[in-house]
Structure formats: structure tokens, C-alpha cells
């Protein structure tokens, strides 16, 4: 496997309502402000959302430009926010989700579960809209239109995601 880490990785699913953001290694001011208008454009501020920075180095100065780009780009309701942190190395999450706590439910957490967890309890959130017949007839743990994209610096990649054809044994 080895390779070099990607510094951002976005998943959104749109039948789970819920926007997952890992971030790696130091994270420059373009690639998180590529990753925020990537959250933008998809049209999920209502989406529950994790984002795990607990490996991530992000200068906290930048917490207050990515709130207000958010605030410019979407007045509407904004879903939950549970913010993965190493205890170390947390200024940026705790700036961040001080910007945030008025406009939605925002919890800083350091075990993946207890974020899960939380994020699956009922929250002040919009109702969630009907699947969609393909979705309806679809396991209920997959999302076959689930959407993923990398950014690393200025460069953006769109991966193909939960797309198997072996055969179940």
C-alpha cells in the first residue's frame, strides 16, 4: 500500500444524510478552503458531519476565514458537527467549533465511537427527505451514489466509492 497520505479526504452520502472530512499532515489555507467549498457546493450544511482533525496540523488563525465562507455561502439550517481531535494538537478544532456552536449542535470528541454516537442521536435538524425508489430498494447499510474527492494542494481527484462486482459467497 504505502504511499504518500492525502492530506483531505471527503465522503458524502446523500441517502445517510451525513458528510465525512478526514484531514492528514499539515493542511495549507488552499487545500482547507478547496475542502470547505467542496462541503459547499454539495448543498449539505443540513448533512450530520465529521470531521476527523485528530491527525492534522491546521493553523488556527484559519478557523474564522472558513466560518465566514461557510456564513456567506449558506444561511440555512446547518446539521450536527462532531470534530475528531488529538488533545494535543487541537487549537484549530476548539477556534472552529467556537464559530460554529450558534449555528448548529458542534461536540469535540477523541474516540471515533463516542463522535458516531453522538452524531446518530436525534439533533434540532431538518427532516430527511424520501429515499428515492433506487435508493429504497438498496441494503440499507449502501449508498450506491455515494460521492468521494481528494485535495491535495490546488489538485482535486474524484474517487469512485463502494463499487464492488465480486460475487457473495
Known amino acids: 500500500m504505502g504511499g504518500v497520505p492525502v492530506p483531505i ?3 458524502i452520502s446523500h441517502l445517510h444524510r451525513t458528510a ?6 499539515s493542511i495549507s ?87 458516531r454516537n453522538w452524531l446518530a442521536q436525534p439533533h434540532d435538524t431538518p427532516a430527511a427527505t424520501p429515499a428515492t425508489p433506487e435508493q429504497a430498494a438498496s441494503k440499507p447499510w449502501s449508498d450506491p451514489q455515494r460521492q468521494a474527492v481528494m485535495i491535495r494542494g490546488t489538485r482535486r481527484r474524484d474517487l469512485a466509492v463502494g463499487r464492488r462486482n465480486r460475487p457473495i459467497n
Not at 465525512?20 to 499532515?25: D, E, L, N, P, Y
Not at 439550517?77 to 477556534?95: E, N, T, Y
Open 29 to 115: 489555507p488552499d487545500e482547507l478552503r478547496a475542502a470547505a467549498e467542496q462541503l459547499l457546493d454539495a448543498g449539505v450544511p443540513h448533512y450530520a458531519k465529521l470531521l476527523d482533525l485528530s491527525g492534522a496540523v491546521i493553523d488556527a488563525g484559519l478557523a474564522e476565514v472558513i466560518a465566514a465562507l461557510m456564513r456567506a455561502r449558506h444561511t440555512d439550517k446547518r446539521g450536527p458537527m462532531a470534530l475528531l481531535i488529538d488533545p494535543g494538537h487541537d487549537q484549530f478544532a476548539r477556534a472552529f467549533a467556537a464559530t460554529q456552536s450558534s449555528h448548529r449542535p458542534v461536540s469535540l470528541f477523541t474516540s471515533l465511537r463516542e463522535a
Open 9 to 11: 479526504y471527503i465522503e
Open 20 to 25: 465525512t472530512f478526514v484531514a492528514r499532515g
